[in-house]
């Protein structure tokens, strides 16, 4: 029985599209699931281990030790999103004999640079007991946690969410033509603007100095205009919106 105000054509439309949905439907735990392999599993567990301190208090820590994380066997990373070295999962655990699910992300994991961070349940850590960088602004750094940028600088002038992250947001003070943006709570991304005073500490230069200032003053021999370039430490100074602002960042492209 045909239910009613069901059409010739809507019912044409059912006939054909119905297998299809049920064929979807049948093999959607393994065509829609985002479990990873066992040996990319491997791999990022190999580059996690150690013990990692909390950002905003380092006498904090958890630890990777084997393949367990804070002695509790790790089993898989579900639902991955990102690239190789810089991405978000669910970490499967087996904690007291039942699976337990923490949410975990990484940024430039294993690469040869003091930004290594990552977030567990949102909480995020570094490698380093004491941060390490290189460049920074007006005092801030890139891997400052927010409660220290508005211990700083104050209460911001404003804020919102950013593109780069659900997790990632920006705040500004209009005043000296800065914004900082943030993921995780931590810095990853520091702006200065052509009105304001804000200089890049080391340096003490800013979009008023001419590019070639810059070449010499960190050495950057392949120079990228509209893309990063690198001044070590796996930080990045931008010129794509230059005489207008630069920027210093933890990414690259």
């Known amino acids: 029985m ?3 105000g069901v059409t010739d054509s809507m019912k044409q439309f059912l006939k054909k599209t119905f297998p299809i949905l ?18 990319w599993t491997l791999k990022k567990l190999n580059r996690l281990q150690g013990i990692w301190y909390s950002i905003e208090d380092p006498s904090q820590t958890v630890s990777f030790d084997g393949g367990k994380f804070e002695g509790n066997q790790v089993v898989s990373f579900d639902d991955v999103a990102g690239g190789s070295t810089t991405f978000g999962c669910k970490m499967v655990l ?20 003091p930004h290594q961070y ?28 927010y409660q220290d940028v508005v211990k700083l600088y104050g209460t911001p ?3 919102e969410n950013s593109s780069n992250g659900p997790r990632s947001f920006k705040i500004g003070y209009s005043k000296i033509g800065l914004t900082v943006r943030f993921s995780f709570s ?3 991304n520091i702006t200065l603007y052509s009105y304001g005073d804000r200089k890049l500490d080391k340096s003490l230069l800013n979009s008023h100095n001419s590019l070639d200032e810059f070449k010499a ?3 950057i021999e392949k120079f990228h205009e509209k893309w990063s370039n690198s001044i070590g430490n796996g930080e990045y100074i931008w010129f794509n919106e230059y005489p207008q602002s630069i920027a210093l960042s933890t990414y690259a492209f």
């Open 186 to 188: 931590i810095v990853d």
């Open 118 to 145: 990552i977030a567990i349940d949102g909480i995020p850590y570094r490698k380093t007991k004491e941060p390490v960088y290189g460049e920074s602004v007006g005092g801030i750094y890139l891997g400052m946690p």
């Open 217 to 219: 003053a960190y050495g």
């Open 94 to 113: 087996v904690e007291n004999g039942y699976m337990r699910t923490r949410h975990l992300f990484v940024q430039d994991l294993g690469r040869d640079t």
């Open 2 to 4: 045909t239910p009613k």
């Open 22 to 39: 049920f064929l979807l439907l049948m093999l959607a735990p393994t065509a829609f699931a985002s479990k990873m392999s066992f040996e």
């Open 157 to 159: 002038d404003m804020i």
